[in-house]
């Protein structure tokens, strides 16, 4: 069994920063790829950066320039470093475990990031 565990969501101004965690736990050798991924209300779920665990990255275009995703292999923890937040980045954050490329995959239960003055 694997848990995914989300932190670091709160309310920030816009144009500020928030740093998110996201640790897996349990029985992992190693994880394939781990990402980001944001809800808001209303809308479908979105993809917001992927990091393999040789470190290839993948960015939305929303997001680009002001979000960095990174890893920690031996802590199996993934971080998403947001800057020059906007309203429309106010979403729930969540992380995604991909153990291997035929999955399976495990999901955090999400972390709210609010931005607003």
């Known amino acids: 069994q694997v848990q995914v565990v989300e932190s670091g969501g709160g309310l920030v101004q816009p144009g500020g920063s928030l740093r998110l965690s996201c640790a897996a736990s349990g029985s992992i050798y190693s994880i394939y790829r781990m990402g980001w991924y944001r809800q808001a209300p209303g809308k479908q779920r979105e993809l917001v950066a992927t990091i393999t665990f040789r470190g290839s990255t993948n960015y939305a275009d929303s997001v680009k320039g002001r979000f960095t995703i990174s890893r920690d292999n031996a802590k199996n923890t993934v971080y998403l470093q947001m800057n020059s937040l906007k309203p429309e980045d106010t979403a729930v954050y969540l992380c995604?475990?991909?153990?291997?490329?035929?999955?399976?995959?495990?999901w955090g239960q999400g972390t709210q990031v609010t931005v607003s003055s």
């Open positions: 995604d475990a991909l153990i291997t490329t035929y999955g399976p995959d495990y």
